[in-house]
């Protein structure tokens, strides 16, 4: 039996790990992505991004558990999600069911990055954030009362919430 790598990386434990380990690795290692400092308008949509209730799903800052990377362990760090599943109702259903998710549960995106992102939602179908946001109301959301919140926020509030979005 030959046990010796098809391809050489130059990295012998690399070599010897699947594609989705070493992926698993190099994401686990990645710095997460830095938001542009706060302006006054940036720091309004951050208010504003608490009053309405985002932070319930996109909770703002987490903290890491004990891990057996060095300098990993009790790490906060701020992904503005919770990786739960939650319902987003027929709108944003794709019928898929995967693991415990049924065909309208997903889980909590991490908003860090958005504003470097050109397409949102799970299934990119749209580039306009604004657009993204609104359609997490639908029939059985779980976010229908953020989504009520945020549209009866005044034009100046709603934008000072897209910009610090932009700003992750």
Known sequence: MNLSPAFNSGSPAS???????????FMRLSAPPTP?????????????????G???????????????????SKVSFSPFSDFALHDMGSGLADGISQGNATGSEFR????????????????GRTSD???????????????????ANFEMLSPGDQQALLDFLRSL
Not at 15 to 25: K, T
Not at 59 to 64: D, E, G, L, N
Not at 108 to 123: E, K, M, N, V, Y
């Open 108 to 123: 909590t995106a991490p908003l860090w990055g958005i504003g470097q992102r050109l397409f949102f939602l799970h299934d």
């Open 15 to 25: 070599d010897y790990s699947s594609n989705i380990v070493n992926f698993a690795v």
């Open 129 to 147: 954030l604004y657009r993204a946001i609104t359609a997490h109301a639908s029939n059985g959301s779980e976010a229908n009362t953020v989504i």
């Open 54 to 72: 985002r932070h319930a799903c996109h909770i703002m800052t987490q903290t890491t558990a004990q891990s057996e990377y060095s300098g990993q």
């Open 36 to 52: 542009m400092p706060d302006t006054i308008l940036t720091a309004r949509g951050r208010q504003v991004f608490h009053n309405i």
